[in-house]
């Protein structure tokens, strides 16, 4: 890791932890809560069920987070109308997660039964697009059009990245940089999305929005990287899902593509033909995670995963005579804390 990237944040704030973020700015995180519970329920009982399902298997709210310290960075932020594009960022999140889990047959998410392993597919997939639409029409009912205009054009791009990453499915030669692209899309855009949406309701002018939408790029990236490295090194029990999903879906994330650039050659091309062959044994996913860990490539991801997450940092130091920048600073630090 290069000296320049591993400097340790000067401002205070960025020593807090992300619990103590939380609890620092509960009152309004209590109100987007208020603001999720208040969206009318749909009238068949069914799908409300599963919608009370969905709202109570809470995650970090991280892209809420995100939008709410972005605004407050600004001289002006239209308080109402962040609460409300929090909201809505968070249903259109979860409605990303439910088609997901729906793509990789998941049975388990933050801990709870996902709605397609409960409630069957097509249930799970009326529900993401039931939570798709309503978010879209919140954000038009409050007159939030430039937030709408964001938050389409960058959902957009996610699609895109998820399009993307299904037709590589099984491909072992996938590049680092093809496989940048597909997370820059799949997982960076909401990020972005969060932080222009912050920097607009806020009144950030058009050049702090602009390094606000990198910054949002980075850390995202910075964000799935991890997770994906989870999915190699993670206890199923603390990360609330399965382990190996994405080898056995054929999905090549950093940490594969760079144990098979670095490990034993003999060894990369057997477990290389086993991920492109599909429909793996569990000796097979424990024989691939053991060469992924020891060929270096878990470490080699984390190091990129924590340069793209200090670059994120360094974004903010335009804005480091902000009270607020502490929080967002510590918010980065998270990230940086779940890759090391």
């Not at 509960?26 to 109100?31: D, H, K, M, S, V």
């Amino acid at each position: 890791m290069p000296e320049s990237l591993a400097h340790e944040a000067s401002h205070p704030g960025a020593k807090m932890t992300l619990p103590e973020v939380l609890d620092h700015i509960g009152p309004e995180l209590a109100e987007i809560e208020t603001r999720l519970a208040s969206i009318e329920r749909p009238d068949v009982p069914l799908t409300a069920e599963i919608m009370e399902h969905v709202l109570a298997a809470r995650g970090k709210r991280v892209r809420p987070l995100l939008l709410l310290l972005i605004s407050k960075l600004g001289e002006k932020p239209d308080r109402e109308g962040v609460l409300w594009a929090s909201a809505v960022i968070e249903l259109i999140h979860t409605a990303t997660l439910l088609h997901d889990d729906c793509l990789d047959s998941t049975s388990l998410r933050r801990g709870f039964p996902t709605v397609n392993h409960r409630w069957g597919q097509q249930a799970a997939i009326l529900m993401g697009d039931y939570l798709f639409t309503k978010g879209f029409d919140l954000l038009s009912e409050h007159g939030l059009y430039s937030a709408l205009h964001v938050l389409t054009q960058h959902t957009h791009h996610m699609t895109c990245g998820m399009n993307r990453e299904y037709a590589s499915r099984y491909r072992a030669d996938l590049t680092e940089s093809e496989y940048l692209e597909i997370i820059g899309e799949k997982t960076g855009a909401l990020f972005v999305a969060a932080c222009e949406i912050g920097a607009v309701l806020g009144g950030l002018g058009p050049e702090a929005a602009t390094s606000m939408s990198t910054f949002g790029r980075d850390l995202g990236i910075a964000f799935q990287i991890v997770d994906d490295i989870f999915d190699f090194t993670g206890n199923p029990t603390e990360i609330g899902k399965p382990t190996g999903t994405d080898f056995r879906l054929g999905f090549a994330t950093l940490p594969l593509i760079y144990a098979l650039e670095r490990g034993d050659r003999k060894e990369a091309a057997s477990v290389a033909a086993c991920f492109s062959r599909g429909d793996n044994t569990d000796a097979e996913w424990a024989k691939a995670r053991r060469f992924v860990t020891g060929s270096g490539g878990v470490e080699a991801a984390r190091d990129r995963a924590l340069g793209f997450a200090f670059a994120a940092r360094d974004r903010l130091a335009a804005f480091d005579g902000s009270d607020d920048i502490g929080l967002l600073l510590a918010t980065v630090e998270y990230v940086i804390a779940r890759g090391r």
